[in-house]
């Protein structure tokens, strides 16, 4: 009984923030832009691969956050790592898609490529160790650029975070104890990372 109730929440909850943060996503970033025919750009050459990055690490934490999810409602390992895991592909397709319609921008074939790195990393460490053993990860800090192009790089803290790829700073960070067993000597707290 106690999975048939978290497996009713998490429908509930789920589906509730996957809703809020859709509305969210389209008044922080569509709503000012005149909507098109769908059609797709090659935006693989701007901000110098720091979109795709972005699109990397939320495809991986979305499907990381889905696999936990399932889990706690009861779902067997393998098949919460695939659903779960994929999670965060769906997610930002449906990103991709709102992209698509946009008239000044676009869906882009990079951003799907990125998406699915994403979900790989994760679904196959998962079912390569039942662990992360390298783990992304992202962080932002405020910077003077979005006082010049405000309309590009969001006019308040949550639109910049997204926007302004000049704070932000992303790495792959892995566990020296999870790399080297669980026996080891190393302290659990110690890890290397890649920028």
């Known amino acids: 009984a106690t999975f048939r109730h978290r497996k009713t929440t998490l429908v509930i909850a789920g589906g509730a923030a996957y809703a809020a943060s859709m509305f969210g996503l ?52 393998r098949r ?12 930002l397709t449906t990103i991709e898609i709102l992209d698509g319609f946009s008239a000044e921008g676009g869906a882009s074939s990079g951003d799907l490529a990125a998406n699915t790195l994403g979900s790989a990393l994760f679904i196959s460490q998962q079912l390569a160790w039942h662990e992360q053993k390298a783990s992304l990860k992202w962080s932002y800090h405020p910077t003077s650029f979005p006082d ?14 997204i926007k302004d790829y000049n704070g932000q700073t992303f790495w792959l960070s892995s566990n020296l104890r999870s790399l080297t067993g669980k026996e080891s000597r190393i302290p659990g707290c110690l890890n290397v990372a890649v920028i």
């Open 80 to 91: 919460a790592t695939w659903i779960g895991g994929l999670s965060g592909f769906i997610f």
């Open 148 to 161: 010049y192009r405000p309309d590009l790089m969001g006019s308040n803290f949550l639109q910049q975070s």
């Open 26 to 77: 389209y008044h922080l970033w569509y709503s000012d832009y005149s909507q098109s025919k769908f059609h797709f750009i090659n935006d693989n050459d701007e901000w110098m691969g720091a979109d795709k990055l972005g699109h990397v690490t939320t495809s991986y934490y979305v499907g990381r956050l889905g696999y936990d999810a399932y889990r706690w409602a009861g779902m067997q390992e």
